[in-house]
């Protein structure tokens, strides 16, 4: 699939086993980025900023 | 011939990390009807009808999210995987510590205390410096201090006190264990310990979120009988338990109820996350 980075305006293909929540790295800024939406008939993501670490995160 | 209907599993999330991705994976295998809730996009009103579910599976990154949907699918009769009661040892590292002592499991001295003063005396009390200052909620090994001596612990704590908001003002104290440069991270599911993995670090903070290693680790007679000990000490359901080696044997630290196994399964090849959904569809089913 293909998607675009919000922060850097990259173009880059993403594993089409991709799930909408999904934290993926832009592949030229590295940034974290997370998965909003899933266009599968036209092969799109559309991502967003991933959320910072917050003190409640974890396991 | 009477049809079986598919168990239908919630799996409340907030990101979806690779532990969550597995999960998916091992439901398709098993013809699960997992419906995915994304508990950032969710109304909890218990007016309103809910999909009908015979489970949720809780899987949020963030404990305090996971914790309300937990409450409000309990409040409307659906189980969940780990329940409350569970969530409510876990996430408090106080409260973790006193179920594993009140049940005999061995366990690092500890101590909770709201003034420095107070402090100063319960290391004492614990066995002397070094000491580990944590919060007594979060995970990662984020905001753990190893305290050497009295001026750090004064340092350490007037940090927390001015900085920090009212739950960072509960000082949880833990006596420091020399590790041999690891710790064991081990599963332990419906009451029945899985797998287990080496975390090697040459740093004393052994989180794999902080660059730790995972390494293959047997499982012996001993360490299955603490991690089960723990296990019993917590409750019945999904368990990331964290044990130390010391000269004395093992000694449980903490216990995780939204563990990540992702690592686990690299490791050793165990189907933890097929694990994980069987349990659920049994809790499903009582």
């Not at chain 1, 293909?13 to 998965?35: D, F, G």
């Not at chain 2, 969550?20 to 109304?43: G, P, S, T």
């Not at chain 2, 984020?142 to 927390?160: F, G, P, T, W, Y």
């Amino acid at each position: 699939m293909q998607t675009q980075c919000p922060i850097c305006d990259a173009s880059f293909e993403i594993p089409a086993s991709s799930e909408v929540a999904e934290i993926i790295s832009c592949r030229e800024c590295q940034n974290k980025l997370e998965v909003v939406g899933i266009q599968k008939e036209s092969a799109k993501a559309d991502v967003k900023e991933a959320p910072k670490v917050d003190e409640d995160w974890g396991e | 011939m009477m049809k079986l209907n598919k168990t239908k599993i919630g799996l409340l999330h907030t990101t979806i990390r690779g532990d969550e991705k597995l999960l998916i994976e091992a439901a398709q295998k098993r013809a699960i009807d997992l419906v995915l809730i994304d508990v950032r996009e969710q109304i909890f009103d218990p007016l309103v009808e809910k999909p009908q579910l015979d489970v949720v599976l809780e899987r949020c990154v963030s404990t305090v999210k996971g914790m309300h949907a937990v409450e409000f699918y309990e409040s409307i009769g659906v189980p969940a995987v780990n329940p409350l009661s569970i969530a409510r040892i876990c996430e408090n590292k106080f409260a973790t510590s006193l179920a594993l002592v009140g049940h005999q499991v061995p366990t690092p001295r500890f101590a909770l205390v709201f003034s420095e003063e107070q402090a100063k005396k319960a290391v004492d009390q614990i066995g002397g410096y070094p000491v580990v200052i944590k919060p007594v909620t979060g995970s990662w090994g984020r905001l753990i201090a190893r305290v050497n001596d009295q001026h750090a612990l004064e340092a350490v704590l007037e940090q927390k006190t001015m900085l920090g908001g009212p739950h960072h003002h509960a000082f949880y104290l833990q006596q420091y264990i020399e590790k041999p440069g690891r710790d064991i991270r081990i599963h332990v599911i419906a009451g029945k310990v899985v797998a287990a993995i080496y975390r090697a670090s040459s740093h004393w903070i052994t989180n794999t979120a902080r660059g730790a290693e995972a390494v293959r680790c047997s499982i012996d007679r001993d360490l299955e009988k603490v991690a089960k000990q723990a296990g019993d000490a917590i409750g019945e359901g999904v368990l990331g338990i964290d044990v130390f080696e010391t000269s004395n044997g093992y000694v449980v630290n903490e216990v995780n109820h939204t563990m990540e196994f992702k690592n686990v399964v690299r490791v050793t090849g165990i189907d933890i996350a097929g694990m994980i959904l069987d349990y659920c569809v049994s809790v499903a089913r009582e």
